[in-house]
Each structure stands twice: as structure tokens, then as C-alpha cells.
């Protein structure tokens, strides 16, 4: 992983999916107030109140993003120096062009996972990147089972599949876009604003339906008649 990622080894932790990584870094913040910028993805407040942290959705002095958000698919602006620490998911980060993956700065930790970017939930992976002093504080709350052995025989080839994968996907978002009425989205789904005409259950959020993306050859079978 180190050579894949082109970082120090002192710089990445694993995990047992990125709710893994998140319980154990908000083991490190007892006293702190956790918020959110944007929707937010139900766990963190989940994880919060199983480690006995305040969550505030206005104000905290530690802030969560999903970048791209889980919710919406937008890329919002986050405004570094205004928290102590900066938790920075991006489970959808490889449908974007843009990223902090790679900044560095000292109080962020940038969470990823295969989950989206290979459709694979179930293995329940995660990785992370950080200063090395917060990466030796996740790992000295680490348990003895933080990969199961699927992924242990995948890795690190899975990450070659990534690439192929997301430009696979991202044929079929150029498509709906291209056929349909949307709004943005920077994620692995689109955004209609009418519901698609697929035999398929697309969720409404707000004013427009979520289209998780697909194949294009799975698309077609979708296809209502």
C-alpha cells in the first residue's frame, strides 16, 4: 500500500471499514465537540454517542466532511484553520477530480475505502492518511482483527482495479447526464430531477432522485419497454 500510494508507511492506517477508523480516532477526542459541514453520513453521530462525545450540528471544535457528501455529490468548501482537527471522508473521492488525499496538512486525517470505488462494502476495508504522530495514536487503538483475510488476498492488487472501475462508471454518468435533466454530482450517482425510466428503486431525496451508476451494459437491461 505505501508503494501504491506513493506515502510513508508512518503515514497510513487500516481498518475494518472507514467506521472502524472513525470510532477509534474519536477515541482520542474526549472533551472535543464534534460537527458536521454538510450532511452528514448517519454514523459519525452514531459513533459519538458510543464514545460519549458531544455532537453539535452548528458549531464543534472538530469538524467531519464527506468529500464528495453521501447525500448530495457536492464538494464543499472547508475552512481548515477554523477547526482543531479535520475528519475527511472520501468513500466517494475517486468519482472526483478533486481531493485532500495527498495536502498533508497536519490537523487532518483523510479517510478511504473500497466501497464505493470498487462497489465492494462488504470487505469491509478502509485506509487512512495523517500525520504520523495521530497514525501511532490510531494504531495503539487498533484490535487484532482490523482486516479480515478477503482482504488480506486482494490487497494490493484491488487497488489497480480502481482506475477501471470508476472510468467504467463515469461512461455511464456522461450518458444519463447527456439523456436526462440533472443536477451536479461529484459522487458515484447522479442526481435527475424526474424519476429515470429504469426498472430499477431510485430513492428521492429533497427535489431529484438518486441514480446509483452501473454499467452501461447493466443500464441497458434496466431499460423499461
Not at 458531544?54 to 477547526?83: C, Q, T, W
Amino acid at each position: 500500500m505505501s508503494e501504491y500510494l506513493q506515502l510513508p508507511v508512518e503515514s497510513i492506517e487500516i481498518g475494518a471499514g472507514t467506521i472502524d477508523i472513525l470510532e477509534r480516532l474519536l477515541c482520542l477526542f474526549e472533551t472535543k465537540t464534534i460537527t458536521c459541514i454538510g450532511p452528514y453520513w448517519s454514523g459519525i453521530k452514531w459513533a459519538c454517542y458510543k464514545n460519549s462525545l458531544k455532537f453539535d450540528e452548528v458549531m464543534g471544535d472538530i469538524a467531519y466532511v464527506a468529500f464528495p457528501n453521501s447525500r448530495d455529490g457536492l464538494l464543499r468548501e472547508i475552512n481548515f484553520d477554523h477547526y482543531e482537527y479535520v475528519i475527511v471522508d472520501e468513500a466517494y473521492g475517486d468519482f472526483s477530480d478533486q481531493s485532500h488525499f495527498y495536502e498533508g496538512r497536519e490537523n487532518v486525517i483523510v479517510t478511504k475505502t473500497f466501497s464505493k470505488s470498487l462497489s465492494m462494502p462488504g470487505l469491509r476495508f478502509a485506509y487512512c492518511t495523517a500525520h504520523p504522530s495521530y497514525i501511532d495514536a490510531l494504531k495503539s487503538e487498533s484490535h487484532r482483527y482490523s482486516i479480515n483475510t478477503a482482504v488480506q488476498s486482494i490487497l494490493p492488487g484491488a487497488f489497480d482495479l480502481i482506475i477501471p472501475h470508476v472510468q467504467r462508471m463515469m461512461v455511464t454518468k456522461a450518458y444519463l447526464e447527456n439523456k436526462h435533466d440533472c443536477l451536479p454530482s461529484y459522487a458515484n450517482f447522479v442526481r435527475t430531477k424526474e424519476k429515470p425510466p429504469y426498472n430499477v428503486d431510485v430513492q428521492k431525496i429533497d427535489d431529484f432522485y438518486r441514480f446509483t451508476l452501473v454499467d452501461m451494459d447493466t443500464l441497458d437491461s434496466l431499460k423499461q419497454a
